[in-house]
């Protein structure tokens, strides 16, 4: 396998952060989760930090070197992953168990197939252009399915933080599995917390993945998220990874080719209090190229 791959958080306006991700990979498979700790329950980064840990173990017990059943997997794993949030109530003392949503993909085989329990998201483009994304486990998404809201009355409608399905809790989730994706080289994959995709549209996370490098189109989306979003922001997270990728000059880019049958890496994704210095001119000027580049594109649609 060949993928440029780079992950990035940030604890925007709120007290602490209660995102985590990981991602995981094998010789011949390539795991990535993220999971979105519930500010509305106690101690939403317990169940984020317990979800991701029990997924990507589950990973490097059956991955040798890729899995069987890559749905099946997706679908058990993230049952245990609800399993082991409970447990952490007895063994940590809580009151009330935590939740959290995840969305974990697997890529192997020159494919992809992911499972998702709330509105963390994940989003496959191609040729610039987006391919699909997940489907919010949330009141929102209900709401826009029936015609009865529009898209851009998501971010102010009092109803946008509700979610029917999660990680933890005495309710069984309701967890989605992909139909198989191939990918071609090239293809781009970014998951996210809804820190981040409230705040951006679908053409700009198109565009500025097919404009700059993993490491430097997630920094460039959260920055713009997070000034948008203001001092009062969710925590936004973010992973983006391209497939078979050809830019020799990206310091993130992995060939696991020499790696043998029983190896794993691991990565833990970094949880950064607030954004890095920004230049505010470069910023204002890469939003506006990207901007120029997405009305092109959607002059020259038929």
Not at 4 to 29: F, L, V
Not at 53 to 74: T, V
Not at 155 to 169: A, V
Not at 238 to 263: G, R, Y
């Amino acid at each position: 396998m060949r993928f440029s791959i780079y992950q990035s958080s940030r604890q925007g306006g709120r007290p602490n952060n209660e995102d985590r991700m990981a991602y995981s990979y094998s010789r011949d498979a390539l795991i990535m989760i993220i999971a979105d700790g519930m500010g509305g329950h106690e101690h939403g980064e317990i169940a984020a930090q317990a979800a991701v840990k029990s997924i990507a173990e589950a990973f490097q017990r059956h991955a040798h070197p890729k899995l069987r059943n890559p749905s099946g997997f997706l679908y058990s794993a993230l049952q245990q992953a609800h399993k082991a949030i409970n447990e952490c109530v007895n063994k940590q003392n809580l009151p009330s168990p935590p939740h959290t949503t995840c969305v974990a993909c697997v890529i192997q085989d020159d494919t992809a197939w992911w499972a998702h329990v709330g509105d963390s998201r994940l989003y496959l483009f191609s040729d610039n252009a987006l391919v699909t994304r997940t489907r919010d486990h949330s009141a929102i998404q209900l709401m826009l399915d029936e015609h009865l809201i529009s898209e851009s009355e998501i971010n102010t409608h009092p109803d946008r933080n509700k979610i029917y399905s999660s990680l933890g809790g005495s309710i069984t989730p309701e967890i989605t599995i992909s139909r198989p994706m191939p990918l071609m080289p090239q293809d781009r994959i970014l998951m996210c917390t809804d820190g981040l995709w409230t705040q951006v549209t679908d053409e700009q996370i198109a565009t500025t993945l097919f404009r700059l490098p993993p490491d430097n189109a997630v920094e460039f989306l959260l920055n713009h998220a997070e000034r948008s979003a203001g001092p009062t922001g969710d925590n936004l997270s973010a992973i983006a990874m391209v497939w078979e990728s050809q830019d020799e000059t990206d310091e993130n880019t992995i060939t696991t080719v020499a790696m043998s049958n029983t190896t794993f890496t691991t990565q833990l994704g970094n949880y950064m209090p607030g954004a890095a210095d920004l230049d505010e001119d470069e910023v204002e000027r890469v939003i506006s190229e990207i901007q120029h580049t997405i009305k092109k594109l959607s002059e020259t649609k038929p």
